[in-house]
């Protein structure tokens, strides 16, 4: 009995490193598909809305989207939990723990359709004269629609989270990518035919449900996942809360960093202002994909080194500075390519993309990309910390860095319009997730923060020859045909290649480029 226990032991282990291998490269294929279909589809939506509409489309999603921050980050807390049931191999607990956190999040979405639905029908409180009578009648519609498609997301995402907690990557990612090419191909046709915005989020309600609802059958059909709802364990309810209340924290944190940012302008300038600020939102989350499509595929490997009681402080310690350095690393290769890629072409690329009128779109960009590097790079940190139950500090620095970038934000916007409210984002992303936290994660997570940066300092070399041979380069050739613009892309990335590869990568990552790791 103890062979064969040994060998599913092998299996489990086998099976669940192929998962992570496939979960990092259908990340990444999902990824680069849902960059291409939005840097395709995205100029076409805003063509065929208008700026104003693309404005209020964007304004209304980010003020229901706050609405989020009530699930308290207990997705977090699932897995933490559920890695600890496992590793007792306690069945029954599981099942418990199931039922408990279904439940929970069907009361959280009736309270956010209930608030959503309040927010829908007073929405001249929030916008005051910044909207007009006809993008009032639209807005609200589009709030009710967008209101009913969050309040059943958050018990459909209790689904989604039991597939991550098992590290079945592979179909949470096929999944993903299966929405991402239906998406356009739907909307394409409807505002082809003169459809607007209502018909667009009506159909993200119904590609989200049917989503949804392959969540749940794999959970009940394949991992066949039992809820129960009895007996409840009144003691991890508490320590659940008392565990998520700071991730919430910081859900607060990037509802006003990334969202009521948008909603400061529709008040104060209109939403043309908040469609150039839309615009630029939307290429820095395709730069912060590249960041976090890897990083969260390792989140329950984490929480099992954490909760591996066999390994000494130091081990763990060990452990967790290799990996959080090594993913890293990785970040930086990506991240370091598109933001000085975007530096160079980025202005170009703009007018290419959405057109004259979004000049301001290419500075506010490039302000987000390289405020936000440090964070991206060492966003695996996030989940490290929630795994040592370790992230109270670091919600706290959050919370006042978001009413900080409030105030700053209300103020400027005023002044310079959406410049100004990125300005009040880019002082936030240094001073808390940029200088504050990297003494954290030294001091009390035990990561050795300055070996990560002299790694991360050691690869930037890399940079010197392609930042360099640009800037030479741009002295003399223009880049505003599409055929030079295409070419230069080309060249750089291929010299920034060349160049990392001779002068950064290390033996592993080389490896896992020739797709021999």
Request: contains cysteine.
């Amino acid at each position: 009995m103890e062979i064969v226990e040994i060998m599913l032991d092998r299996i489990k282990n086998n099976i669940s490193k192929h998962q992570l291998k496939y979960g990092v490269f259908y990340s990444y294929v999902q990824m680069a598909l849902g960059v291409i279909i939005s840097l395709l589809y995205t100029p076409y939506m805003i063509r065929m809305l208008g700026k104003n509409e693309f404005g209020l489309y964007s304004t209304v999603s980010s003020t229901i989207s706050m609405l989020t921050i009530l699930n308290f980050g207990l997705n977090a807390g699932y897995i933490r939990y559920y890695a600890k049931y496992n590793a007792e191999k306690d069945k029954e607990a599981i099942d418990r723990f199931n039922g408990l956190y279904l439940v929970i999040f069907m009361i959280i979405g009736l309270i956010a359709l209930i608030c959503g639905l309040g927010v829908s029908f007073n929405l001249d409180y929030v916008f005051s004269s910044g909207l007009t009578p006809d993008e009032y009648t639209t807005a609200r519609v589009l709030a009710i629609l967008t209101t009913v498609n969050l309040a059943v997301s958050f018990p459909a995402s209790v689904f989604s989270t039991i597939i991550s907690a098992h590290e079945k990557f592979v179909v949470l990612k096929l999944l993903a990518m299966i929405r991402s090419v239906a998406t356009p191909a739907i909307m394409v046709p409807v505002l082809y035919y003169g459809y607007k915005s209502v018909a667009m989020v009506s159909v993200t309600v119904i590609l989200s449900l049917l989503v949804d609802f392959c969540y749940y059958l794999y959970c009940r059909k394949i991992l066949k996942i039992k809820f129960r709802f009895n007996n409840f364990d009144k003691g991890i309810l508490v320590s659940l809360f008392a565990y998520t209340f700071f991730i919430a924290i910081n859900g607060v944190f990037d509802q006003i960093t990334w969202s009521v940012d948008k909603c400061i302008l529709a008040r104060f300038k209109g939403t043309a202002e908040v469609a150039v600020y839309s615009v630029a939102f939307s290429l820095y989350m395709f730069y912060q994909q590249f960041s976090t499509s890897i990083s969260g595929v390792f989140t329950p490997r984490l929480h099992t080194i954490v909760n591996n009681k066999s390994l000494s402080v130091e081990q763990r310690n060990t452990e967790l500075t290799e990996l959080f350095i090594r993913i890293g690393r990785i970040q930086f290769y990506v991240c370091a390519l598109v933001a000085s890629g975007f530096l160079f072409f980025g202005k170009q690329f703009l007018v290419f993309w959405v057109g004259n009128g979004y000049e301001d779109s290419y500075y506010i960009t490039l302000m987000f990309m390289f405020a936000a590097s440090i964070a991206l790079i060492q966003n695996v940190g996030i989940e490290i910390q929630r795994a040592m139950n370790n992230h109270q500090f670091r919600s706290i620095v959050l919370f006042i860095d978001s009413l900080m970038n409030l105030a700053v934000s209300i103020y400027l916007c005023q002044i310079y319009g959406a410049i100004g409210c990125a300005i009040g984002t880019v002082v936030v992303l240094l001073f808390g997730p940029g200088l504050v936290l990297n003494i954290f994660y030294h001091k009390k997570c035990g990561i050795n923060i300055i070996l990560f940066w002299k790694n991360i300092f050691r690869i930037s070399l890399g940079l010197i020859v392609p930042v360099g041979l640009m800037v030479l380069t741009i002295r003399y050739i223009q880049f505003n045909t599409f055929t030079n613009f295409i070419c230069g892309i080309v060249l750089y990335t291929f010299v920034y290649s060349l160049s990392m590869w001779y002068c950064s990568l290390n033996s592993y990552e080389k490896g896992l480029v020739l797709m021999k790791k």
